[in-house]
């Protein structure tokens, strides 16, 4: 019966392995939107296979250093159900002046109700929206099923330079992880603002979610003048 052979394959993650995936996820972003935004230059990059598309990441040591170091910290926090958002942050350097935000938020399945107040302060307003959200879990799915939204939502990343202005002058990105009040946060990691774009335009981009987590996406940005 190779219908019930398929549903075999359904995808019962566990919550670590549902974290990895997740944070896995988020490190190809990081490195999608520093290529497809111009944010270093395209030789600086690598190509790598990876959900069935072409990827990009970067081959600059500072830059691979920087992530590194995140996705260090992002896991364990990701494993112990702490992440609620992470935010990428383009801000040009000669104005100083945030030109576009790339937001993920995190919705954990089966989290305890009792929240703790977030880790930056910014996020309370925020994340008021989210909370009164229904947080029953999807079907499960299958490997491919994941996958084919993950391929899904990189796509429309990729295509996002067809309607985001161009960047001007040179750039920088930060990455702002909000995790809970009660994480535990390593020294070199400092309190951050939210980092908004003043008057900028949003839009909503594609999710995905596994049997534990579902990851909304949205791009925010200044118009050009």
């Keep these: 019966m190779p219908e019930d052979k398929d549903r075999s394959k359904v995808h019962r993650l566990s919550l670590k392995g549902s974290s990895k995936l997740v944070a896995e996820f988020f490190d190809y972003s990081i490195n999608t939107i520093l290529f497809q935004r111009g944010v ?3 030789e600086d990059f690598t190509p790598v296979k990876k959900y069935g598309l072409n990827m990009l990441v970067s081959s600059d040591d500072q830059v691979k250093a920087y992530i590194k170091k995140i996705m260090s910290q992002l896991n364990r926090w990701m494993v112990g159900g702490k992440i609620s958002k992470l935010v990428v942050v383009i801000t040009s350097k000669e104005t100083g002046e945030h030109v576009e ?7 954990l399945f089966h989290k305890s109700s009792k ?3 977030p880790l930056k302060k910014a996020t309370d307003k925020e994340n008021s929206a989210l909370e009164s959200e229904s947080s029953v879990p999807p079907p499960e799915k299958t490997e491919k099923e994941i996958q084919d939204e993950i391929q899904s939502l990189f796509r429309q990343i990729t295509a996002s330079v ?6 001007d002058g040179n750039c920088t990105f930060n990455v702002l992880v909000y995790a809970d009040a009660d994480s535990e946060v390593p020294v070199e990691w400092g309190d951050s603002d939210a980092k908004e774009i003043k008057d900028g335009e949003k839009v ?5 979610s596994t049997s534990n987590h579902k990851i909304d996406t949205m791009v925010s940005y200044r118009m050009a003048d």
Excluded: C, I
């Design 40 to 42: 270093y230059p395209a």
């Design 101 to 107: 935000r790339w937001q993920f938020d995190v919705q």
């Design 115 to 117: 929240k703790s107040p």
């Design 162 to 167: 067809t309607f985001l202005p161009q960047l």
């Design 204 to 208: 909503q981009l594609r999710s995905f």
